[in-house]
């Protein structure tokens, strides 16, 4: 299941639209509800790739956090399920996990984590934004 090519990608939520082409102008706030309300109505999520790293580097990367803490089990369901959603409610323990652990990381990993943490402060500053994180074993 560990291919040389694997990666593990952070996605983040970039834009959402209504799949409605021809909505009149007096329906912008049914527009507006909709986009908050979500995947019930035909609403997508815009996700962009924001940071890519190669699957055994994530492992090792991710190894560098405590064994038992909450942080290193949440980044470990990358590897348990494929993906994991990343939304407000976990932006402090990631980072705090990520500041803490940059000492003992190599150069790359803490790339990685001050990418990681940009990318949750942006969490903090719109909590309508989230992460996606995808392995990609092709």
């Known amino acids: 299941m560990s291919h040389s090519h694997a990666q593990v990608v952070f996605y983040s939520l970039s834009r959402k639209f209504v ?3 021809k909505a009149p102008p007096k329906a912008q706030e049914v527009i507006y509800y909709s986009l908050a309300i979500g995947h019930h109505l035909g609403v997508i999520d815009c996700l962009e790739a924001k940071l890519s790293c190669p699957l055994a ?3 090792a990367w991710v190894q560098q ?4 803490s909450t942080a290193r089990r949440k980044l ?4 348990r399920f494929g993906e994991i959603c ?3 409610s976990h932006t402090h323990l990631l980072a705090t996990a990520l500041s803490a652990a940059a000492p003992q990381m190599n150069p790359q990993q803490q790339d990685w984590s001050q990418q990681l943490i940009s990318l949750l402060q942006s969490i903090e500053n719109e909590p309508a934004i989230y992460l996606m994180v995808r392995r ?3």
Do not use: C, T
């Open 65 to 68: 956090l405590p064994a038992a």
């Open 86 to 88: 990343i939304d407000s």
């Open 19 to 21: 799949q409605e082409k």
């Open 57 to 59: 580097g994530f492992r």
């Open 76 to 79: 470990e369901g990358v590897d």
């Open 136 to 138: 990609h074993d092709d």
